[in-house]
T-cell receptor, first 115, second 114 residues
Framework: GAGVSQTPSNKVTEKGKYVELRCDPISGHTALYWYRQSLGQGPEFLIYFQGTGAADDSGLPNDRFFAVRPEGSVSTLKIQRTERGDSAVYLC?????????????FGEGSRLTVL | AQKVTQAQTEISVVEKEDVTLDCVYETRDTTYYLFWYKQPPSGELVFLIRRNSFDEQNEISGRYSWNFQKSTSSFNFTITASQVVDSAVYFCALSFSGYSTLTFGKGTMLLVSP
């Protein structure tokens, strides 16, 4: 499809395990964002890529979280040693340019549950 | 620091009623951008509008209208003649010029019943 695609849509894992979440942005979008949304809350910023580089990773909560975008298209969010507090919906978005110059296109999210 | 407050957690209306969703923001910057997004049950946030801080003109798009008032730091969203398909969570968000993140409010869940 033409929209932002995220896989898996649901992931259940055990505490301490490693998890990868994938985002395939809209073709031609140079900017890619990861947000995290906990139940009853608004999305919280994690990281922003412009091309292949992380332009702003100030939202990553700690060093267990890491994201890459090696070819400037698909991005993977990696979470090591998962904790129950990491349970949330992880949203990916993309745009033609920066966030305040145009709209962000969001995927449907990957729901992560850490038991 | 920037902050967005959506004081209404949940609003229930009957179809065809008008409804206003409130958004109050805090910022020290003079240049900033305000947004509204809709999140239907599918979970995908859908962009509705972007406004920059220098444009206080109200906007109307079909049944949707937005009232931006810098004097009260508010950017309220009104749906006229609501429909069941309007049921969703609506988020107000704020960003600064040249800054990479959107700061979202906690959202208002709108339930429109037939």
């Amino acid at each position: 499809g033409a929209g932002v695609s995220q896989t898996p849509s649901n992931k259940v894992t055990e505490k301490g395990k490693y998890v990868e979440l994938r985002c395939d942005p809209i073709s031609g979008h140079t900017a890619l964002y990861w947000y995290r949304q906990s139940l009853g809350q608004g999305p919280e910023f994690l990281i922003y890529f412009q091309g292949t580089g992380a332009a702003d990773d100030s939202g990553l909560p700690n060093d267990r979280f890491f994201a890459v975008r090696p070819e400037g298209s698909v991005s993977t969010l990696k979470i090591q040693r998962t904790e129950r507090g990491d349970s949330a919906v992880y949203l990916c978005a993309s745009s033609f340019s920066g966030p305040n110059t145009g709209e962000l296109f969001f995927g449907e999210g990957s729901r992560l549950t850490v038991l | 620091a920037q902050k967005v407050t959506q004081a209404q957690t949940e609003i229930s209306v009957v179809e065809k009623e008008d409804v206003t969703l409130d958004c109050v923001y805090e910022t020290r910057d003079t240049t900033y951008y305000l947004f509204w997004y809709k999140q239907p049950p599918s979970g995908e946030l859908v962009f509705l509008i972007r406004r920059n801080s220098f444009d206080e003109q109200n906007e109307i798009s079909g049944r949707y209208s937005w009232n931006f008032q810098k004097s009260t730091s508010s950017f309220n969203f009104t749906i006229t003649a609501s429909q069941v398909v309007d049921s969703a969570v609506y988020f107000c968000a704020l960003s600064f010029s040249g800054y990479s993140t959107l700061t979202f409010g906690k959202g208002t869940m709108l339930l429109v019943s037939p």
